[in-house]
């Protein structure tokens, strides 16, 4: 019996330590008492402008998402709205932009696939242009009051394919509204 004296306190002194480390990081959070209790009944998942998911005072490390702007090839790319029917995420780029933008980016890419490319930091303007030029066509389909319409980001990407000078210049363009897109 003496030996097991020792052991409820250290199993006491556990659970001790261990309610305290958790309501340490509820009250580190503002989630304790009848707060925590009103939060709990009111929570749903919530999309919020800058294009993240989750409720505003979730628990940070539970939902990993990018923190991205309404308007940015990221944020279509995510999924988090739905697509404009007028096009499709499995357009073809091709039959998007038209026949001119086939020898620079194949018959096959989709914009879905061109929203989602990486290798246009460092790498070539015109994939960068592609980038920057799928998401702007989607904001001024979705967008009211995007800077350019949807015909404009269509021409301005087929006049940018001339040269690696010109893509540059307008995916930079295309880069900024999308960025201060609201």
Known sequence: MGSQA???SLALAGFVFLCSSFWAANGMYGRVGVAAALEGEN??????TDGSRGDAHAWPGY????????CTPQFWSSGAEPWPNIVPQEAAVSKVFGSRSVEKYGPRLTLLEATMRTDD?????FVKLVKQGSAALLNAYTRRGFPFDSWEVKALLLEALVSEE??????????QANESCV
């Open 63 to 70: 939902l990993y998402t990018r923190a991205v702007g309404r």
């Open 43 to 48: 929570r749903r998942m919530r999309l919020h």
């Open 121 to 125: 930091i460092g790498g070539s303007a």
């Open 6 to 8: 020792p052991l409820r």
């Open 166 to 175: 010109a893509a540059a210049i307008q995916a930079e363009r295309f880069e």
